[in-house]
């Protein structure tokens, strides 16, 4: 079998997560916005937390399916935990790719376009149920 990519084996792969190779990483120009966004995902975690323990222990609410409202806090907090080790990490793995923000940046035409858009499904969903 002809492969352009090498195999690697388990020794390989376990081999370069214990690697202790690191550079200085640059300093990133949205460690304030990152901050921000961890603290406020922190408490988007926390409110759902909130949510889907009165959800759970109220009677009316068990027949909803708010135990999904877990997986959302979850992914709150695992995206909060990622911006702030983002934001305070002083060094990089070398092996690391470096992918510039301004790439995802849009217009406002199209934010504005997305929210109508968002705003009709959610009527939608409402008015459907």
Same mark, same amino acid.
């Given at each position: 079998? $002809?492969?352009?990519?090498?195999?690697?084996?388990?020794?390989?792969?376990?081999?370069?997560?214990?690697?202790?190779? %690191?550079?200085? /990483?640059?300093?990133?120009?949205? +460690?304030?916005?990152? =901050? =921000? !966004?961890?603290?406020?995902?922190? @408490?988007? /975690?926390? /409110?759902?937390? @909130? @949510?889907? @323990?009165? /959800?759970?222990?109220?009677?009316?609410?068990?027949?909803?399916?708010?135990? %999904?409202?877990?997986?959302?806090?979850?992914? !709150?907090?695992?995206?909060? =935990?990622?911006?702030?080790? *983002? #934001?305070?990490?002083? +060094?990089?793995?070398?092996? %690391? &790719? $470096?992918? $510039?923000? #301004?790439?995802?940046?849009?217009?406002? %035409?199209? *934010?504005?376009?997305?929210?109508? +858009?968002? +705003? =009709?499904?959610?009527? &939608?969903?409402? #008015?459907?149920?």
């Amino acid at each position: 079998m $002809d492969t352009k990519y090498p195999l690697y084996t388990p020794k390989d792969i376990f081999i370069s997560f214990c690697g202790r190779e %690191a550079t200085e /990483a640059e300093r990133w120009q949205g +460690v304030q916005s990152g =901050i =921000i !966004f961890h603290k406020i995902l922190f @408490v988007c /975690a926390l /409110a759902c937390l @909130v @949510v889907g @323990v009165f /959800a759970m222990q109220s009677e009316g609410l068990r027949g909803y399916g708010f135990e %999904a409202i877990f997986f959302l806090m979850l992914m !709150f907090l695992s995206l909060s =935990i990622y911006l702030r080790s *983002n #934001a305070k990490d002083k +060094v990089k793995d070398p092996k %690391a &790719l $470096d992918i $510039d923000i #301004a790439i995802f940046r849009t217009d406002k %035409a199209f *934010n504005w376009g997305a929210l109508g +858009v968002i +705003v =009709i499904l959610t009527i &939608l969903y409402i #008015a459907l149920w």
